[in-house]
Each structure stands twice: as C-alpha cells, then as structure tokens.
C-alpha cells in the first residue's frame, strides 16, 4: 500500500483541485477565453455533479454502508441498485462533473487540464485500493459487479 492511498478524502482532494485550477487560471491570464453564458453552463453541469453525489450517497445509506471512502474495509455490502447499476463510482464522476463545471465557470485553458490529472489520482490512489480491499472483502460477488458495471461511466 502507497502512503497516499485512502488517505485524503475525496471531497477535500476537489476542494484541493478546484483551489489549484482557480490558481492557475489566476496565474496565466493569457489563456483565458469568453466563453458565453459561463455562469449557466457552470451551474448546470456542476448541478448535475452535485446532484450525482447527493443520489449516490442516499443509495448508501438505504443500503445501510459507509460512505466513507477512506475506510472500505467498513463496507457492509456491495451497493449495485440505482445510480450503481451505471457506475461502480459516482459520488467520484459528480466530484468530477463539479469540477468540470468549476472550470467552465473559470473559462480558462489551465483547469481543464486538472481534470484528467483529479481522474489519475482518484485511479491510482482511491479507486484501485477501494477495489483491491472490496475484493478480498466480497470475492466473487464483487468481482462480477466490476464486470457488469464501469469504474466510470
């Protein structure tokens, strides 16, 4: 196990994201660029994210496990009703779309070259860990949940 795996909570890793991609819109102001109704764009699609997340977290907690996804092995149950019959991670593609729209609403080049980078780190530090400790956890129950359903989308 790496020393950042699981230990920064995702939400807090977006808050760090959203702060570097308004730095470096801040810092480069040549390669910003009009984009019209920004604001409604921005909203919109973070709207979207924010709502992802709300859903993904309420078909946790009616199944009765953690939200917390820093502590897996507290997991009761693999969760594949609703929104995770679609993506074995949404809480993680709306703190995606979040900041997609955050970058939309920066209308600057620089953050939407955050976006990829927030879904490497999320790959290699929290989702493939989560995986590792579900397997062993829910064995072949969970191992066909990852081949009927997309880490993503």
Do not use: C
């Not at 199944?63 to 693999?78: E, F, I, L, R, Y």
């Amino acid at each position: 196990m790496n020393a950042l795996e699981l230990k920064v909570p995702p939400l807090a890793l977006a808050f760090a994201f959203a702060l570097a991609m308004w730095l470096a819109a801040t810092q480069v102001p040549t390669l910003a660029f009009e984009l019209p109704a920004h604001g409604i764009i921005a909203a919109l699609i973070a709207g979207l994210g924010a709502g992802l997340v709300l859903v993904a977290g309420m078909v946790f907690r009616r199944a009765g496990t953690t939200v917390n996804p820093t502590k897996p092995q507290a997991t009761t149950s693999v969760v594949d009703t609703g929104i995770y019959r679609i993506s074995r991670n949404p809480m993680y593609v709306g703190f995606l779309l979040v900041l997609a729209g955050w970058a939309a609403f920066l209308s600057h080049v620089l953050p939407f070259l955050f976006l990829p980078a927030y879904v490497g780190y999320m790959n290699r530090f929290q989702i493939a860990p989560e995986e590792r400790m579900l397997g062993a956890r829910f064995g072949a129950g969970y191992e066909n949940y990852r081949q009927r359903v997309r880490r993503w989308l």
